[in-house]
């Protein structure tokens, strides 16, 4: 049911007889490292290998559980690591879900629903870090299609006129046409040029229909380009702007949420600390 990996798991627990158990439930499939105390897991989250998963006591002496999953959604090396309550509620909290826990283990623990959760929490790390890694083989040919469009149009200063808009708007098919060529022209499948086919037709799109070229709206967009569209945003170098900060364009994010931009997008914490 549960096959060998070489995936590493934290667990943080400061009862010996529970940090026990789960090693030993764990250890034949995952590389399992142990901490007894809060700090000394923080330390241990940030070295290599970095775990791809992390169990953690609600409950511990010198860090609870809360705390130490604000320290690690704030700390960049840390962030994107999944992490599992073991405590003895049944539920879920609001507050708890907002500060980004992937999932609750009841105590006293059941050691199949111990290796179905930690198995879908793997899982689920390792699509998106495949999504991921999609967007950022993709991301270079994002603009491919302002090859065919006049300098004169690109380079104006001013706002453009409304038929050179039209033409501006070309760009979307103009990348989708160049990249389904490419995929023709390439005998082996490579799914990083799929992602960009999507990214370059649709990340012009808004969230609330208002983009172009087929006024796409909400989850009618693919994903790859909502956040490409995130991207772009705050990247972006034109003749008509000059770059800007990270905090104003931070800003501007915020302001496009649920317009340009998908308000889940923006209320992820790297955009809010």
């Known amino acids: 049911m549960f096959s060998e990996t070489n995936a590493t798991i934290l667990v943080i627990d400061d009862a010996s007889e529970s940090l026990r158990l789960l090693s030993v439930l764990l250890q034949p499939t995952y590389r399992v ?97 495949g999504i991921i890694d999609l967007l950022t083989r993709s991301a270079p040919l994002h603009d491919i299609g302002k090859a065919g469009i006049p300098d004169h149009i690109l380079s104006k200063l001013g706002k453009l006129m409304t038929d050179e808009w039209v033409v501006m708007q070309t760009q979307a098919k103009l990348s989708r046409d160049a990249i389904e060529q490419a995929k023709r022209d390439i005998e082996t499948r490579l799914a990083f040029l799929s992602a960009t086919k999507k990214i370059t037709h649709w990340r012009h799109e808004k969230w609330d229909g208002s983009g172009y070229p087929d006024n796409l709206a909400d989850n009618a967009i693919p994903v790859s380009a909502r956040l490409m569209a995130v991207f772009d945003t705050l990247s972006s170098l034109r003749s008509y702007k000059r770059a800007i900060p990270f905090k104003k364009a931070r800003d501007n994010i915020a302001a496009e949420r649920g317009k340009h931009l998908e308000a889940t997008l923006i209320a992820h914490p790297r955009w809010t600390n």
């Open 33 to 129: 490292l142990a901490a007894t105390s809060g700090t000394t897991s923080l330390r241990i989250a940030g070295c290599h290998p970095k775990p791809e998963l992390i169990l953690v006591d609600v409950i511990m002496p010198d860090m609870n559980g809360f705390e130490g999953i604000t320290q690690l959604r704030n700390d960049p090396a840390t962030q994107d690591i999944p992490v599992i309550f073991l405590t003895a509620m049944t539920c879920a909290e609001e507050h708890d879900l907002q500060l980004g826990v992937a999932d609750y283990i009841t105590q006293p623990i059941r050691p199949l629903l111990v290796l179905f959760r930690v198995n879908t929490q793997l899982e689920a790390k390792r699509a998106h870090d």
